[in-house]
């Protein structure tokens, strides 16, 4: 009861010193009277609504000066939607912001500067994998929650093959491959260890590449004097890029001892339901539709593998966050209501209620008493993101960078090269 106790103090303490900075500091012009608190927000979001409707009518309840109401969208649609409703001057007051979006609504969101919230103070409140809405000139939205890139494994497969662990390292991982992997005398895989190697048919490859970019330390895009850069070509980190895209391309190789992927498989989350896959890359908001594709099997979770003896721990992350429209035309009201969703218990309802990790320290600390969050929980805390400026155009580029490999049109070098051209290339549209 003590520690809850305290943790309670400690959020109120967050909420109300965020909420008394941002006031004082003139980033929430409110008039006298707190008559900049009133009125209704409009909240937009892809989370089911069924999800959130709980936590959301707590919040109402709490704040009886305003409302926030939520409205769906689909996933498929939403980029294409939010844009449109802002142009027409009919868009959100403020709307849950994917990581993906960040790069390209950073001039429809109202950046909190950092002379009203502290950068040391944000790093202290949130976990590493907000700050991918970190710019130079502020804070583009509050992060909500992170949901880590894992590695799911079929305990009856490791068991029969007698391994008693998942790898904790790639090299453990190489070393897995020649004993889970089935083939038959004409070297075709019958059933595979990993999904490693191609690009169409491997479900978040470009994430699972980014992540091997991320721990060799390349943080693929980075800002330089107030303008996002390419680092794909430059020699940043203990381990240089062409060697990771060959490690990662050798799993097709079939005359390499990791191969045990190829074109014939039809995905990899597929394969991995199927039971015809030993490990699969996905991420921690999975779990619930992995289990649901097939409640028979025998699986489980394990935390990302990591290059042997690297001196940090890194993981990929998808981070949604909190934004304020820039447009809105209650916007007292909107910076209130998203300082003190993002500050407040609501948090923590919402990464429950979504099944991921929170975003904020404190809240990491109280995990649930479940076989899965702790490792959930534990990866997120190194988990990492980057600014996509586009995830069409960035999944072509990687995607070709990967095939011109495979196909031996390119070095890895080249391809490295080529894919860095084509993303500075992006990032100056």
Avoid at 209 to 218: I, T
Wanted: proline share 6%; aromatic share 12%; charged share 15%.
């Amino acid at each position: 009861m003590k520690g809850n106790f305290q943790i309670i103090i400690l959020i109120i303490f967050i909420a109300a010193a965020i909420f008394g900075v941002l006031v004082f500091s003139g980033a929430i012009p409110l008039g006298s009277g707190g008559e900049g608190s009133l009125g209704t927000v409009v909240l937009w979001g892809t989370i089911p609504a069924q999800a959130i409707a709980a936590p959301l009518e707590d919040f109402n309840n709490a704040n009886p000066t305003f409302t926030v109401n939520y409205v769906q969208k689909s996933v498929d649609t939403f980029d294409r939607d939010l844009l449109e409703a802002l142009a027409s001057g009919k868009g959100p007051d403020m709307f849950f912001l994917p990581d993906n979006l960040a790069f390209s609504y950073a001039n429809k969101i109202f950046t909190i500067p950092y002379g009203s919230y502290p950068l040391s103070t944000f790093k202290n409140v949130f976990a590493g994998a907000g700050e991918v809405f970190l710019t130079g000139k502020g804070i583009l939205a509050f992060p909500m929650s992170i949901d880590p890139l894992m590695l799911y494994y079929n305990r009856s497969i490791l068991d029969a093959n007698g391994v008693i662990y998942p790898p904790s390292t790639w090299e453990d991982m190489s070393n897995l491959v020649p004993v889970l992997t089935k083939k038959d005398d004409s070297n075709r895989i019958l059933k595979s260890a990993v999904a490693l190697g191609h690009f169409s048919n491997i479900v978040h490859a470009k994430d699972i590449l980014v992540a091997l970019f991320m721990q060799a330390g390349n943080p693929i895009i980075k800002e330089e004097n107030g303008v996002f850069i390419s680092t794909l070509n430059r020699p940043i980190g203990n381990y240089n890029l062409p060697s990771i895209l060959k490690f990662y391309t050798d799993f097709a190789d079939p005359n390499n001892p990791a191969y045990s992927w190829n074109r014939s498989f039809s995905g990899s989350g597929d394969a991995f339901s199927k039971e015809d896959l030993a490990f699969y890359f996905g991420y921690a908001g999975e779990f619930r539709s992995l289990v649901n594709k097939n409640p028979n099997q025998n699986f489980f979770i394990a935390e990302m593998p990591q290059i042997k003896n690297s001196n940090f721990k890194l993981t990929g992350a998808r981070v949604t966050g909190l934004a304020i429209s820039s447009f809105s035309k209650n916007f007292n009201t909107a910076f209130t209501a998203a300082s003190l969703m993002a500050t407040g218990d609501f948090a923590h309802k919402f990464a429950t209620a979504t099944g991921v990790a929170p975003a904020r320290r404190d809240l990491l600390a109280i995990i649930p008493a479940d076989a899965y969050s702790p490792i959930f929980y534990r990866s997120a805390l190194y988990a990492r993101s980057w600014p996509d400026p586009s995830s069409k155009n960035t999944d072509n580029i990687f995607g070709t960078m990967v095939n011109a490999v495979l196909s031996n049109t390119l070095s890895t070098t080249d391809a490295i090269r080529d894919a860095s051209s084509k993303m500075s290339l992006l990032l100056f549209k």
